[in-house]
């Protein structure tokens, strides 16, 4: 097996409902984990990327976060609906989503 060239992180962490911090898992991260390793499957990526999973990974009201490396590129509120586009563009062609991006202005 070839080293992948990109590895996606998904944050699929749970918190209770009603938690002030909400969480990715509560906003779909799960839906678009499934969909992301379909994806994968179905475009035959496997030598291109890796998936896994992450705990919290910061801006938790902007969730469910993905994360592709080399890369360092986050993207937030991702939908199932967005994956497509996610695998096709950034990992197909290595150019990232702009409208999915979360703005650096975010780290102060
Ligand atoms: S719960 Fe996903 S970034 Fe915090």
């Given amino acids: 097996m070839p080293k992948p060239a990109y590895h996606i992180l998904v944050c699929t962490n749970q918190r209770p409902p009603g938690h002030p911090r909400g969480s990715c898992g509560e906003n779909g991260a799960g839906q678009v984990l499934e969909k992301l390793s379909m994806g994968i499957e179905q475009k035959m990526l496997f030598d291109k990327v890796i998936l896994s999973t992450s705990s919290c990974l910061g801006p938790c009201s902007m969730g469910p976060v ?20 996610i695998l096709d563009s950034h990992i197909g062609n290595g150019q990232k989503v702009d409208r999915l991006e979360i703005s650096d202005a975010i780290w102060g």
């Fill in 66 to 85: 993905v994360i592709v490396y080399p890369d360092g590129v986050w993207y937030n509120k991702v939908k199932p609906e967005d994956v497509d586009e």
